[in-house]
């Protein structure tokens, strides 16, 4: 491919543009937006009173960190995990299985720049969508679940530092899941797996400090909770700065080379269905 | 005639299904694959639920006072009664993209029911991982409380289930035929199968009284487990119901089914072709 033919603006208005596409794709279906944001704030609702019901009469439970977490510290925990997990997973998960059995991936290949980047930012497109109605729906979602301000000024700032790699990470994780679809054309199953372990492991309903030991372990070893445990629990204090982003940083280099990897592997495998 | 054929409709309703089923099952098979992974699929959606609701009971000892063997038991009957429902009825939700896509023309016009039709367009496999799921979860759980296993209460049971699987289905159902007015409205049943998914696992008295009057009378979640479970497991006394109530839930299935199927029948009637 002549990806080196472009200059890197070239490159970064494909790219823009490419995002573009995806993002107004996406909004087309805006409609379905009133009754996704009323099942997020029932979801948001439910865990609320479940952990109403199980927290100590007292008010504060210990982690398995050894630190005490307030019931209002977990409720606006699950509150912004929720949202930000719904944001990062609302953009669909269709566009490379569709186009690699429609014979389309033929013309993404053609294209002068990356078939896995074009992807990524595609995808970022879809999830760029979701802005504007995850605007509107944190307010009514602090309202049923609960808020709490930062737990410093450090800690908002290492928040809103901490999400772009989140939402990077994120967006990695679903591209490289999409690019089964070059080994099997088949690829829902595949699809509702990553998005309930990817939920879970990320901490959308349980934080990690919660979590039994070896779950913990676990999920502390996947780029899961990288997207969704790590900015919420910078932002409640729970966390440190630096080491979260340093982990974060870590999992965006190995998920890059990781993609790498696997589309090297792909493009030897592409079969380019029909005309 | 005879077997219930009429000269509209050639082939005896049974055999008309088992035909399309039949077809749809092979269609499916195809994926070998994909197969495997779609029933995993189904396997960790409704996973997932159970090891949040483990992890908290692992965590804090009790939800509401129930045990998690007690808990596993509704979390599996609610799971059962889901997924005994979805295995059969997983093609209601494309109802609105058959309208759309006018598949559904189709339908009208060949000499078998429609709604029969419909259901029958595809088999969605992840559903037979719900129901796994369900069973495995409603097993352990009663192997935990020494559920009672005399026949009338095996019996129950069983009526139980079916009678929640109905009660989900009718509000899918009269959901679903919606679509004939709305177009589109995916999203409505997702909602639906989202309160289910989220409340229906759960002992409702741990909610307070007004969410708990919703889920008992405006969406009866309550009917699907939590109401027989707690005939089951001898927990009656903790209901703000009287104990009949529980008693006669796995009633309001058939009840409610045939409601949504007059639903289905009046809205029908709405359908217009979108003409593609």
Redesign the interface.
């Known amino acids: 491919m002549s990806v080196d033919g472009l200059a890197p603006r070239q490159r970064l208005a494909a790219y823009a543009g490419v995002a573009r596409v995806q993002l107004r794709t996406q909004l087309v279906y805006r409609g379905d937006f009133l009754f996704r944001l009323l099942g997020l704030l029932v979801n948001i609702y439910m865990l609320r009173l479940v952990w109403d019901a199980v927290y100590p009469a007292s008010g504060t439970a210990t982690g398995n960190g050894g630190h005490r977490i307030a019931l209002a510290t977990q409720i606006a925990y699950v509150t912004l995990a929720l949202v930000q997990n719904w944001l990062l997973n609302s953009g669909g998960m269709g566009f490379i299985p569709q186009r690699v059995r429609e014979g389309t991936v033929a013309v993404d290949l053609a294209r002068p720049v990356r078939f896995p980047s074009q992807m990524v930012w595609a995808q970022a497109g879809a999830v760029a969508a979701q802005l504007p109605f995850t605007v509107v729906a944190l307010p009514f979602a602090l309202l049923v679940g609960g808020a709490r301000p930062p737990a410093s000024v450090g800690a908002a700032f290492g928040y809103l530092l901490s999400l772009l790699p989140a939402v990077l990470i994120s967006l990695l994780l679903t591209t490289l899941v999409q690019m089964v679809a070059f080994w099997t054309l088949e690829t829902s199953g595949i699809f509702v797996i990553h998005r309930f372990v990817q939920q879970f492991l990320a901490g959308a309903l349980v934080p990690l400090w919660f979590m039994p030991g070896w779950l913990r372990v676990l999920a502390e070893w996947m780029p899961f909770q990288a997207t969704t445990y790590a900015p919420v629990a910078v932002y409640l204090g729970q966390a440190g700065v630096w080491a979260t982003l340093g982990v974060q940083l870590l999992w965006c280099a190995v998920l890059l080379m990781l993609l790498r990897l696997m589309w090297w592997r792909a493009l030897r495998r592409v079969v380019v269905q029909g005309g | 005639m005879a077997d219930g054929t009429t000269a509209a409709n050639p082939i005896p309703r049974r055999r008309a299904y088992r035909l399309l089923l039949g077809a749809a099952l092979r269609a499916q098979l195809q994926?070998r694959?994909?197969?495997?992974?779609?029933?995993?699929?189904?396997i960790?959606?409704q996973?997932?639920g159970l090891?949040?609701v483990s992890?908290?009971v692992?965590?804090?000892g009790a939800?509401?006072g129930w045990s998690l063997g007690e808990i596993a038991f509704l979390y599996g009957l609610r799971v059962t009664a889901h997924g005994l429902w979805m295995i059969p009825t997983s093609q209601l939700f494309v109802l609105d993209l058959t309208i759309r896509t006018g598949e559904f023309d189709r339908y009208l016009t060949r000499p078998a029911g429609p709604l029969m039709q419909l259901l029958s367009r595809e088999v969605y496999l992840?559903t037979i991982g719900d129901l796994l799921t369900g069973v495995a979860i409603l097993v352990a759980g009663a192997s935990q409380v020494d559920l009672d296993t005399s026949p009338g209460a095996l019996l129950y049971l069983a009526l139980a289930v079916v009678g929640g699987a109905l009660v989900e289905g009718s509000l899918q159902l009269a959901a679903a035929s919606l679509s004939f007015r709305m177009l589109?409205n995916?999203?409505?049943r997702?909602?639906i199968d989202?309160?289910m998914n989220?409340?229906g696992g759960?002992p409702l008295k741990?909610?307070?009284s007004v969410?708990r009057i919703v889920l008992t009378f405006v969406v009866p979640v309550a009917f699907v487990a939590y109401l027989p479970a707690n005939v089951l497991l001898h927990r009656t006394g903790e209901l703000a119901l009287a104990p009949w109530v529980a008693w006669c839930a796995p009633l309001a299935g058939p009840l409610l089914i045939a409601l949504a199927y007059l639903v289905w029948r009046t809205q029908i009637r709405h359908y217009q072709s979108s003409g593609t």
């Open positions: 994926y694959s994909n197969t495997l992974l779609t029933l995993a699929g189904g960790a959606y996973g997932v090891a949040f992890v908290l692992g965590r804090f939800i509401g992840a589109s995916q999203s409505l997702l909602f989202g309160i989220n409340f759960y741990i909610f307070p969410t």
